[in-house]
T-cell receptor, first 113, second 114 residues
Framework: GENVEQHPSTLSVQEGDSAVIKCTYS??????FPWYKQELGKRPQLIID?????GEKKDQRIAVTLNKTAKHFSLHITETQPEDSAVYFC????????????FGSGTQLTVLP | NAGVTQTPKFQVLKTGQSMTLQCAQD?????MSWYRQDPGMGLRLIHY???????DQGEVPNGYNVSRSTTEDFPLRLLSAAPSQTSVYFC?????????????FGPGTRLTVT
């Protein structure tokens, strides 16, 4: 089955700096890669996703890049703000959609004011 | 539109007890799933359903049963609770329509087995 590894497990940045979280996956058939943000005690919420036919996707301060050859994808957050502090999860699926997702172990991002 | 709802929010069980975690969605999504979340391990898929009457096992199905008699409801049953099942359980639903793939999570059920 699919295995998704996520690094780092914790990340602290100064407000205004950029943050990068990286994930690798094992199944070359994986074709859908979402990122979720989870605030303390809350449910995970989708922040951005990318399909395997696209190399990069941006949404305001958030971007995701995908390297299918190397089987890794990354989340980039620019101009970080204190409200970006949360746990971020990457995931992968070979279904082409949000079905049967395999999640990474999460990254605790802390943005220091 | 309530989205995905789960009950109860909190539950404490003794080892060997059984219970059902309820999940419902009002978005007419065909796909529903159950995940458990343990510290440092992300979310792991327990069972999923692609439509009424159809269920399948995920990554960690042992100790759990599911059924899907309607599109709206997808209950998760613990037949004989064990301390290893202490976790936060999330139900989710999704639909694939055009370029929309979003999976909506419920608020979670925090289960403690003593």
């Amino acid at each position: 089955g699919e295995n998704v590894e996520q690094h780092p497990s914790t990340l602290s940045v100064q407000e205004g700096d950029s943050a990068v979280i990286k994930c690798t996956y094992s199944d070359s058939a994986s074709n859908y890669f979402p990122w979720y943000k989870q605030e303390l005690g809350k449910r995970p919420q989708l922040i951005i996703d990318i399909r395997s036919n696209v190399g990069e996707k941006k949404d305001q301060r958030i971007a995701v890049t995908l390297n299918k050859t190397a089987k890794h994808f990354s989340l980039h957050i620019t101009e970080t703000q204190p409200e970006d502090s949360a746990v971020y999860f990457c995931a992968a699926s070979s279904s082409g959609s949000a079905r049967q997702l395999t999640f990474g172990s999460g990254t605790q991002l802390t943005v220091l004011p | 539109n309530a989205g995905v709802t789960q009950t109860p929010k909190f539950q404490v069980l003794k080892t060997g007890q059984s219970m059902t975690l309820q999940c419902a969605q009002d978005m007419n999504h065909e796909y529903m799933s159950w995940y458990r979340q343990d510290p440092g391990m992300g979310l792991r898929l327990i069972h999923y359903s692609v439509g009424a009457g159809i269920t399948d096992q995920g990554e960690v199905p042992n100790g759990y049963n599911v059924s899907r008699s309607t599109t709206e409801d997808f209950p998760l049953r613990l037949l004989s609770a064990a301390p290893s099942q202490t976790s936060v359980y999330f139900c989710a639903s999704s639909i694939t329509s055009g370029d929309t793939y979003e999976q909506y999570f419920g608020p979670g059920t925090r289960l403690t087995v003593t």
